[in-house]
Structures are given as C-alpha cells and as structure tokens.
C-alpha cells in the first residue's frame, strides 16, 4: 500500500513542484518565508558587506537546482544549505587563505573533554533576567562586537541555533560539518559571549 504524504509534506511538494513550473505566486511566497533567515545565515558566515550578494546568489542557484532537489531534507534546510554555500564561497574568494575553523583554538584545549564539553562550569551571569542584559545599550555594543568578531563558523553556528532556532542536525547540514564539531563550535561561540558579559560587569 503506497504511504500517504503528511499534509505538511504534500504542501511542500506542491509548492516545490510550482515553483518548477515557474509560478510566482509560489516564489514570492517562498522568499517571503525563507528570505530573511537565509541572510541571517549569509550575515553569519561572511558579514554584513556581502549577505545581500550571497543570497542573491543562493536563490538564483536554487531555481536552477530546483529540478533536481529530492527532498531528502526540507525546502528549508537545502535553500538554508545552498545559502551556507555560497557564504563560504565567497568568504573564500575574499579572504584567500582564511580557515573556517580559524579561531578553534580560542579556548585552551585543556578546558574540554575529549567530547568537546567544557569541564570547569561557567559561572552565571550577575544580573537576574536576559532582558535586563539587553537594556543596557553598552552591553549590547560589547556582545555584538564580541558576536562579529567570532570566526566563521562559530558565527554561523551560534546564529543558527541560538538566534533562528535550528535544529544541530540542521545546522550539521547546512554548514557540512560533524554534530561533534558543531556542539564544540556552538560552546565556544557561547563561551566568548558570556566571557564578554564577564568582563563588562567586572568593570
């Protein structure tokens, strides 16, 4: 007996098979869901002077692939994958010779387990609610210098899951990297931030 399709699975399969057929209501629909958290990525990855270019590229390579996409992962992954792509391709065109994983070695390895988890505990923050950390106009310029100047894919990684909400596997996915690698990079990245927020309070 042939398994019906999940009502979620068959409007995808619809939507994926009129954008084939060139249908702008269904684009339009799809760059209005999908936009925003592709460029979010690309910012990610390469920064804010060539997310626009980058996405523009991610969707113009998408349509062209639209044909032979095969669902084996969400419209939303493999257009979130392409984006991931693209962002790296152009870093590397840009920054000849950078490493990805530049930076891994922000935190002495002796801080973590063979796993990657970081074995001493990272104290709390001195202030009760993350909205009281936001109020604080100073403190929000010293995250978001400390968020811009992780490496690559610690950027890329700490977006993704902690600010759109992906899932690692997803993440794993779109930045073709290992689930071990990627929890490492997320801790790290998360690390940097909260030693940030250390530092301004201890002022």
Request: with cysteine; proline share 3%.
């Amino acid at each position: 007996m042939k398994k019906i399709a999940s009502a979620e699975q068959m409007d995808e399969q619809t939507l994926i098979t009129k954008l084939i057929e060139g249908d702008g209501d269904a684009f339009e629909f799809v760059v209005g869901r999908y936009h925003s958290i592709m460029l979010s990525v690309a910012r990610a990855i390469i920064g804010e002077a060539f997310a626009d270019d980058v996405v523009q590229e991610a969707w113009i390579s998408a349509i062209h692939a639209l044909p032979r996409f095969e669902g084996r992962s969400s419209l939303k992954t493999w257009l979130l994958q392409i984006t991931g792509n693209s962002a790296k391709s152009r870093l590397r065109r840009e920054r000849r010779q950078l490493s990805l994983d530049d930076g891994w070695q922000a935190e002495p390895d002796e801080k973590f387990d063979k796993r990657g988890h970081r074995i001493d505990d990272v104290l709390p923050w001195n202030i009760e609610t993350p909205d009281a950390l936001l109020e604080n106009e100073q403190l929000r310029q010293v995250i978001e210098d400390t968020f811009q100047a992780l490496p690559p894919h610690q950027r890329a990684v700490l977006t993704m899951a902690d600010i759109e909400g992906l899932k690692m596997a997803e993440i794993c996915n779109i930045l073709d990297i290992s689930a071990s690698n990627a929890r490492v990079l997320l801790h790290r990245a998360r690390t940097a931030l909260h030693h940030s927020i250390e530092k301004y309070q201890d002022r």
